[in-house]
């Protein structure tokens, strides 16, 4: 590993090939030497080399990152009336369940109270993004505080947002939903001159509130987004973005015509859910395979993509693929649009498709590959702010320069 | 502005066909003339020729360079573009008639009579008019596109200009519009100044041409020019007899003839409007004109203001005499004779405090330099004022300390002038000692300036950098080759912070003449054990595609993002940008600045010329050794840069990794943070 880094590092010079081959033995020699020293501190080239940096324990799908196990756990069985069925289901366990904890806590012999157990039960329902969960969670962890201080409490509430965030960390929205949840409900001015019981109560006031927001993000979002969508519109959507099914079903509800082309969405070939998704809603769908959208970009008046994260450049990063849909876009003067929650806003700051954490994904190619074959697993990728033309968040119609401004705002 | 949108589709149409013939014409004139005059990259679509203010060209400029050389004094007859000018005036009678009446009688006799029936007209027209038309090339072609451009503006009412345009001399229209397109080159300096085309000389010919004098040569008319001008500048109030004395010496000595540019313009420009007042009632809106455009800062192409200021000034300052001419508003002195100037000075300064001048000193030699050592520098110095300040009796704290900083200031500026992270730095004094309480005793005030000197260079320059240092070497991974350009200390600490955790990477150290500032860099990195690669910026885009990234100090950012740097940058960064390697800005968010700027030319430093013009220990290639003192030699040291934020891909200040798109907001958030401070 490291002497494949001391390798990449020169090997890109053309004034370097020749010291190189002049001291290829003394090179490799020095690599070599390099690695013992470097690797046992843990840098983090091994986490780069780590394809599972994620705790959760589950070594069957050791390949693919939590955050993309949550989605295929919702999205596989995505149909209405299984959806219904969970919806039922989950309606009141989380209650149930928030109930036993109560008890628990009040009993304090009973098992104590976990935030993952929390996260994991909301995160059960399918139309609960993992940042709402989370978001849930962590009130609760609030609710079911014990701490007699103010200072007990953040602490308490900052070890549980940190578990969290540690459960997956290759989940963009979890952790910047984490990080926002904290921002947001700690950072008010009435905490202080209190007293603790009702700083607390206003914690969960606030807590709660924040939960509705991020809740109703996807609402407010499919209403922003209607001024955009005109009647006779082509629509290209990537990948399968419960945002974007919002914000396509409010428009066809609101009796629009528009026709909407989904892509595959290899490999988990989420274009196919939404196409179904679509075709339910009586919206005229065109299936294409991941390869032909310029072949067809002529044909479209806007893309709408969904993100995993909005960066702070005002990026995102979002599914596999997204980056060449915006770039072929972009090339063709197509706006391109993204509807994200402002829970996804993270502090991240990618400078180009490499530089994030690596979230992997397992890709079926339906025949055995050799095994010298290497397969880029990387499950999302990065499209800087240039090929964006808006964000549709919660917090209004924003171009990308503003995502910026708001975090600036939120975190300074 | 405006008029000039206006006018847009047709100066394109009208000069497709007039230009593609010879897109190239090769200059007639044999003589050589000040490099920025050949140099400047020549508008090359007549479109952009047509919208930009730049491309006016002077044509004075060109009289005055060639004046000294022995010139043709029957203009040259230009074989090439006369034929297609003349179509150029035929199309346009086709298309509007009504402006053609205005305008085109001159166009038709420079472009239609010969060079003998001409000649008084073109004493008429003075330099400018005949002697553009005259001398061909692209001179010429710009010159049509100044026509083009502002024919159809519609503020100069054409059509009550027609009926008086038989008996008017036709130069007169002529003049009324160049002189107000001198007025948008003045107002939109900014824009103007983003291409290095001469133009200062420009509103002399439709003053010059005012004068309706019988033939003349050329230098009777140019001496006669100079002592109207004399006189105009004395009656204008500022300069008083002073003046007067200096535009004599104008007169006398051409070279320093071109010291008086556009702040001399104004007269001019008050008796060209004069003259045509009977045009029309847009003398008013000239005058309007003249009075929004601001003149903020100190513009050393200002003789009479250059002259006042240095009779104020402590150090003795020669100024410097063959001054490249888009950049005369800068100033330029002759290095070398302020230090020892000063120095003997010393004993005799009573109202400099020590520490104030030691500092003065040190930027004058340059043992201070990098806008955090500069900004430290002075606040410390400032703090030791303070310590040692009280207040004169009948006076208050509050005043009488900021007239005493305001003067060190001035006295700073001279030895070099101000960074903007000084400039913030004293921005944020003054507020401080603005905002003591009156109540206050004078040893409490005083401490607690100075606290807050202390805390600003703790909070802003040195924790800063810290967070800095944290931030971008996050982004240094293993195998990455990072490219620096010149030596900013920040970079250097980000440098030597990501090999002291041990990642693997690869330096680059991109230098470039005459400060080589990248060699000390280069050295102290090597000595650490960073690999590095040295290269001059020559040589950039050869290394860029090895580098992974890009890391650069700034000078300050501005509002709109631009990166205002060591000259060199902006290249670095494009070629970056070109390459696709993403360009990291490292800078303290008290550098950063709400001004916007454009281009590097409105403001901007101008080092030692003869740094550029000497290479110590080469005597080989000291070619300029004895033409220094030419007047056909200019020497540009320019010291910034002004990169557009589209070429930077993050900017990493205290408040984290932003894009350039951010920093009014950071901006904001500061300057309310300048206050609670």
Not at chain 2, 314 to 332: I, M, S, Y
Not at chain 2, 348 to 362: C, E, N, R, S
């Amino acid at each position: 590993m490291k002497e494949q880094t001391t390798r990449a590092m020169w090997w890109r010079s053309p004034s370097f090939i020749l010291d190189n081959r002049q001291q290829q033995p003394n090179d490799t020699a020095r690599g070599d030497a390099l690695s013992i020293p470097l690797s046992s501190p843990l840098p983090p080239s091994t986490t780069m080399a780590d394809p599972n940096p994620n705790p959760n324990p589950n070594p069957l799908t050791d390949k693919i990152s939590a955050y993309y196990q949550t989605r295929a756990a919702h999205h596989g069985v995505v149909s209405s009336d299984w959806l219904a069925q969970a919806q039922a289901a989950v309606g009141h366990l989380p209650e149930a369940d928030d109930d036993a904890s109560n008890n628990d806590q009040g009993a304090p012999s009973g098992k104590p109270f976990s935030v993952i157990d929390e996260f994991n039960n909301w995160r059960k329902q399918p139309d609960l993004a993992e940042a709402v969960a989370a978001i849930r969670a962590l009130a609760a962890v609030i609710r079911n505080s014990q701490a007699t201080t103010m200072m007990e409490l953040e602490i308490e509430l900052k070890k549980a947002s940190d578990s969290l965030k540690s459960w997956d960390t290759t989940s963009i929205s979890l952790t910047a939903g984490c990080d926002l949840f904290m921002r947001y409900v700690t950072r008010t001015s009435a905490l202080e001159y209190e007293d603790f019981n009702s700083a607390k109560t206003r914690l969960i006031e606030r807590a709660e509130k924040f939960g509705e927001i991020s809740y109703k993000a996807r609402k407010i979002i499919a209403m922003l987004s209607q001024d955009f969508i005109f009647d006779g519109c082509t629509i290209l959507v990537h990948g399968f973005s419960r945002v974007v099914l919002e914000v396509l079903k409010t428009a066809a509800q609101s009796k629009k015509l528009f026709r909407v082309f989904c892509t595959e969405g290899r490999p988990d070939r989420t274009g196919l859910r939404l196409s179904n998704e679509l075709a339910k809603l009586d919206v005229p769908v065109k299936l294409l395979i991941d390869s032909a959208v310029a072949y067809s970009m002529d044909e479209v008046d806007m893309v709408f993509v969904g993100a995993d994260g909005v960066v702070e450049s005002g990026g995102i990063i979002n599914m596999m693929g997204t980056y060449q849909i915006a770039l072929v876009a972009h090339s063709m003067n197509k706006p391109v649009y993204v509807a994200a929650e402002s829970y996804k806003f993270a502090r991240l700051y990618p400078l180009d498709q490499k530089d994030m954490g690596p979230a992997l994904r397992p890709i079926e190619f339906g025949v055995p590959i050799p095994s010298k074959v290497e397969v880029e697993t990387s499950a999302r990728d990065y499209t800087p702010p240039q090929y964006l033309t808006l964000l549709f968040t919660d917090l209004g119609v924003l171009t990308p320069s503003v995502v910026s401004d708001e975090l600036i705002q939120l975190y300074l | 502005m405006d008029a000039r949108r206006g006018s847009l589709p047709v100066p394109r149409v009208r000069q497709v066909g007039f230009f593609t013939p010879n897109a190239q014409p090769a200059p007639t004139r044999s003589q050589s003339g000040p490099p920025d005059s050949s140099s400047p990259p020549l508008p090359e679509s007549p479109a952009s020729n047509s919208l930009s203010p730049v491309m006016i060209p002077p044509p004075r400029h060109h009289s005055d360079n060639l004046a000294a050389a022995p010139r043709p004094t029957s203009p040259l007859p230009v074989p090439e573009p006369s034929p297609f000018r003349r179509r150029d005036a035929h199309a346009g009678a086709d298309n509007n008639a009504p402006l053609v009446g205005s305008y085109n009688p001159t166009e038709t006799l420079l472009a239609m009579s010969p060079p003998a029936t001409r000649s008084p007209s073109g004493s008429h027209a003075g330099d400018g008019e005949s002697e553009a038309a005259m001398s061909g090339g692209w001179f010429r072609r710009s010159n049509s596109a100044k026509l083009a451009s502002s024919l159809p503006s519609g503020t100069f009412d054409f059509s009550s200009v027609q009926s008086t345009a038989e008996a008017l001399k036709p130069t007169k229209v002529q003049n009324r519009v160049g002189v107000s397109e001198h007025l948008l080159n003045k107002t939109i300096l900014a824009e103007a100044s983003g291409r290095p085309a001469p133009k200062e000389q420009q509103p002399e010919a439709p003053s010059s041409s005012k004068q309706p004098k019988p033939k003349l040569s050329k230098a009777e008319r140019r001496a006669l020019q100079e002592s109207q001008r004399a006189a105009k500048a004395a009656t204008k109030a500022s300069g008083g007899g002073k003046s007067v004395a200096a535009s004599e010496e104008v007169a006398t000595v051409k070279s320093v003839k071109q010291h008086q540019t556009q702040k001399k313009d104004a007269p001019h420009v008050a008796v060209s409007v004069a003259a045509s007042e009977r045009k029309g009632g847009d003398k008013s809106q000239e005058k309007e004109r003249r009075k929004d455009a601001p003149a903020p800062r100190m513009q050393f192409d200002d003789k009479s203001r250059v002259d006042k200021a240095k009779r104020r000034s402590v150090v003795d300052q020669t100024e410097a005499r063959n001054r490249v001419e888009l950049f005369r508003h800068l100033p330029q002195y002759e290095h070398g004779t302020q230090l020892a100037d000063l120095e003997s000075k010393f004993l005799q300064l009573d109202p400099m405090h020590p520490a104030i001048y030691k500092v003065g000193l040190q930027y004058l030699a340059g043992d201070i330099s990098g806008g955090n050592a500069r900004c430290i520098a002075m606040l410390q110095a400032f703090q030791q004022v303070i310590q040692d300040y009280s207040t004169p009796p009948e006076k208050t704290l509050q005043r009488d300390l900021t007239a005493k900083i305001s003067s060190y200031v001035s006295f700073f500026t001279q030895c070099r002038p101000l960074s903007m992270s000084m400039g913030n730095g004293i921005r944020f004094l003054k507020n401080r000692i603005a905002k003591l309480a009156l109540s206050i005793s004078e040893s409490e005030s005083k401490s607690s300036i100075c606290s807050d000197i202390d805390r600003f260079i703790n909070e802003k320059i040195v924790l800063a950098d810290r967070v800095i240092v944290q931030h971008a070497s996050n982004k240094v991974k293993d195998g990455d080759v990072l490219l620096v350009y010149g030596s900013s200390c920040v970079v250097e600490m980000i440098l030597l912070h990501s090999h002291g955790l041990g990642k693997q990477f690869r330096v680059i150290v991109v230098d470039s003449r005459p400060k080589l500032e990248g060699k000390a860099l280069l050295r102290r990195l090597v000595v650490k054990g960073v690999h590095c690669t040295y290269t001059h910026i020559n040589a950039v885009s050869y290394v860029m595609h090895e580098a992974t990234k890009v890391f650069l100090g700034a000078s300050s950012v501005l509002s709109n993002g631009t990166v205002y740097s060591r000259v060199g940058t902006a290249c670095v960064a494009m070629v970056a940008h070109a390459f696709r390697v993403p360009v990291i800005i490292c800078c303290e968010a008290y550098k950063f600045h709400e001004r916007v700027q454009l281009d590097s030319i409105c403001s901007n430093e101008l080092g030692d010329p003869d740094a550029i013009g000497k290479v110590p220990g080469r005597m080989d290639v000291n070619y300029l050794d004895d033409v220094s003192n030419s007047v056909n030699l200019q020497l540009l040291n320019l010291m910034y840069d002004a990169t557009p934020a589209d070429y930077v891909s993050m900017i990493v200040t205290d408040y984290g990794m932003i894009p350039p798109t951010s920093v009014p907001v950071i901006v904001r958030e500061y300057r309310r943070d300048h206050l609670l401070i």
